[in-house]
């Protein structure tokens, strides 16, 4: 019934353009059209937080955003973040802290974390709680995905002192 | 969770809205932050054949807090209402209920303008604005109206906006005297179990006047007027608490759901608002 679109993403720093149907849900753009497959589908209603994407600054659930709504933004999954070769201090400290267990959440947690530690560097523990609240976690019981985000706060913020 | 198919539309300007509202009548939805809309149309609880994303129409997303009143656009966020420290200063209530809906991801989405919009009983700002007095903008193709958060709730999901109108700004008068947004929820991101809105203010130890609004304890929003007039003339003494819950009790009309049983809503209504009025008198 409906109009494939024109769609323009740039996800992760690459321009991306494809026909789609309104209805299509971000999530299924990235993992199955364009095969970013970070984001996970946790719960697909908007709350467990496991596709967490940042969004012009914002971070948002794809699974609660047309691809459509998103057209002519910019799109950072946890590809953008830091990969195998150049891990981004979160990711280093969920792996020096044991913050995963299975590791189902983990791109959206330490993309929603990014997001938290930009707009509160030094974050403590009760606002970290409240701040990942969007992102839940089934193994850990949050314990050292806390202490995750805590030792890359400091890092992050010993390497921005350094090079100031 | 695909949605039904549907015709997205996103236009520039209010006239490009009205004009598919108008073209569609209610086969035509406006979205803001879409995160009550989509997550129906993913249930397949809402078929909207014509979407309208508001995100290009511009001047709906600014806080204006003026001498007299506060101004809010309908596409403010949650997270805007957050961040405002001036609007945090003159109507603090906002900012402590802002902070109790949903999580930051849905917060950074989620607007004003929809929330109230909805009519979902579970939203939390139609009560706030009740207590608060407030007044919602419409825009149609006859032009802007005013109406009530007080008149605006029929029932569940149906409010006195038409078909063809747009909800464009809420309009606040600026509050005096203490606040308290209490809400009892099951986990985070949850709908309210009891939510309270109270704005009150007093005179020496008396309390001179005071707004109560009840939020998921009916299929409307609930301003009770009568538990508002408990209250005044009393120095909150615990007979008056009593007086102004049992008013509230009558007031509301919880249904037995997966929030659990009438009785056991009645109960957590009652402990609500008191803590509500409480924290409110604390701060007048």
Known sequence: MSNKMHIKLNVNGKDEEFLAEPRELLIYTLRERLNITGPHIGCETSHCGACTVTIDGKSVKACTMFAVQASGKSVTTI???????ALHPLQEAFKEHHGLQCGY??????????????EIPNPTEEEIRFGMAGNICRCTGYQNIVKSIQAAATEMSAAKEAAE | MIPAAFEYHRPQDMDGVLAVLQEHGDDARVMAGGHS????????????????????????????????????????????IIDHAALAGAAPILREAALQIADPQVRYMGTVGGNVANGDPGNDMPGLMQCLDATFTLVGSDG?????ARDFYEAAYMTAREDDEVLTAVTIP??????????????????ATAAAAVQITKNGDTCTSVAIAMTNLSDTPIYSEAAGAALIGTTLDDAALKASVAAMLDDIDPADDNRGPIAFKKHVAGVILRRAIERAWSRA
């Open chain 1, 79 to 85: 590809e953008g973040i830091g990969g195998p070769d």
């Open chain 1, 105 to 118: 959440c983990t791109p959206g947690m330490i993309t929603r974390a990014t997001k938290l530690l930009e």
């Open chain 2, 37 to 80: 809309l989509i997550p129906m149309m993913k249930l397949r609880m809402a078929d909207v054949p014509h979407l309208i994303d508001l995100q290009d129409v511009g001047g709906m997303s600014d806080i204006e807090v003026g001498t007299d009143t506060i101004r809010i656009g309908a596409m403010v966020t949650q997270a805007d």
């Open chain 2, 144 to 148: 802007a109206r005013a109406v009530k």
């Open chain 2, 174 to 191: 600026l509050p005096s005297g203490g606040y308290a947004y209490e809400k009892q929820k099951r986990k985070i991101g949850d709908y």
